[in-house]
């Protein structure tokens, strides 16, 4: 059907120039912002985002994601620090003056106005010609791959092509920065994953600087250039995707990127780049040559669920990195089975490819053996 197809996939659809802006992008300096006396929504954050790059803000509810965004937008201002586009400051300027625009959660289009009406909506404010506001809309919407809809009323779209004119809507007014504040909060399972795919592919496109807030993991893996962990106020962590997911820095961003097995003891040695630790029931052995753990030091450690092997023999049947886990749940996800475990006195979880469901269906209290190599160790930070 092809109102289904998606960015990728559709036909002849126009490969609009990158217009991939010049300068030195965006800085938030120091950037804070105090609800009151108690709360410290952002705490003094440093970031820079370069054009072009798409950029997830992620974290649990509450770390200052969205009001982050909502100062670079100009919907709240910063208690204190600087948020600089290429050179200039937007503080103090108001959000329709600012070279930034917003896709919010709930894109509410005009029901009574037609898709090109409601696309050339913000022109129109802006005082644009008729001609010329008319020849925007539609470069917009054939941005999205919704040219021949234009005359449409909202009510006659899909939720995706509903987005899409939000989408067209913002696009039209020739950003620097694509500010996207939970853009698919409020739709469906299906149609979420399909449309994170047409706004990579959308971004990349374009070649447009897209700043992302979302709680979603996977989301924020799958759309993201780099994205930002926050927690409380505060950057924890900004890498790539491979990296948040594979190379957590500390114990607040592997918790929550999940999957992650945390496992806390004390160093007993650390010689030959390796790091051992007793951790009670669990002796670990970490690969860590550049780490600077002491003997006697308490240490944090996460394997992924991914690393964990299942059912193999052990080398050193007496030797680290390995526990005797009791299988708890059994969760099948299609392309992996996922293990829910206790073992020693705590509950792990193990990825395996899911062509080995055959050998864990049932198996649901019984034992196996569990082990992981030490380069799958990682030291974290507290
Ligand atoms: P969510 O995913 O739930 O939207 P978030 O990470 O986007 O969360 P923010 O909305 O930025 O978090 O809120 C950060 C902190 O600031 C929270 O403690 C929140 O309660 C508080 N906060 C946000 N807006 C206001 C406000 N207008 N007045 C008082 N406190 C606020």
């Known amino acids: 059907m092809p109102d289904e197809q998606t960015v990728t996939q559709r036909e002849g659809a126009p490969t609009a120039p990158s217009r991939t802006p010049s300068g030195t992008g965006l800085e938030l300096k120091s950037l804070t912002k105090r609800f009151g006396d108690e709360v410290v929504a952002v705490d003094d954050i440093n970031l820079h985002i370069a054009h072009g790059e798409y950029v997830v803000l992620l974290g649990p509810s509450g770390c200052g994601k969205t009001t982050t965004l909502r100062m670079i937008g100009g919907h709240e201002e910063p208690t204190s620090g600087d948020i600089v586009l290429d050179g ?7 959000p329709d003056k600012r070279p930034t625009t917003t896709v919010f959660q709930h894109f509410a289009l005009f029901p009574h106005r037609s898709v090109r009406e409601n696309v050339e909506f913000g022109p129109k404010m802006h005082g644009i010609s008729k001609a010329e506001r008319r020849e925007k809309a539609m470069t917009a919407l054939d941005m999205v791959g919704l040219g ?7 009510s006659a779209l899909s939720g995706g092509q509903q987005q899409r004119v939000a989408l067209a809507r913002v696009l039209v007014m020739e950003p620097k920065a694509l500010l996207l504040d939970e853009p698919l909060g409020d739709l469906d399972r ?193």
């Open 88 to 94: 200039q400051s937007l503080l103090g300027l108001t």
């Open 148 to 154: 021949a809809m234009s005359d449409r009323k909202p």
């Open 190 to 382: 299906l149609l979420r994953l399909r449309m994170r795919v047409e706004l990579r592919a959308l971004q990349r496109q374009l070649g447009l600087m897209f700043i992302h807030v979302t709680h979603d993991q996977e989301e924020a893996l799958s759309v993201g250039d780099r994205i930002v962990v926050m927690h409380e106020g505060r950057i924890e962590q900004v890498a790539d995707p491979f990296t948040i997911s594979n190379l957590p820095e500390n114990v607040r961003v592997a918790s929550f990127m999940g999957d992650n097995n945390i496992f806390e003891g004390t160093v007993t040695s650390h010689e030959g780049g390796r790091v051992s630790i007793d951790g009670g029931d669990a002796q670990l052995r970490a690969l860590a040559a550049e780490s600077d753990a002491r003997v006697g030091q308490q240490a944090v450690v996460s394997v992924r669920a991914a690393a964990v092997q299942v059912g193999e023999d052990a080398r050193d049947a007496n030797g680290p990195n390995q526990l005797l886990g009791q299988i708890e749940v059994v969760e099948y996800l299609g392309d992996l089975v996922k293990l829910h475990l206790a073992a020693a006195g705590r509950r792990l979880v193990a990825k395996v490819p899911g062509d080995r469901f055959p050998e864990f269906r049932g198996r649901e209290g019984s034992s196996v053996q569990l082990s992981w190599k030490e380069e799958d160790v990682r030291l974290l930070r507290a």
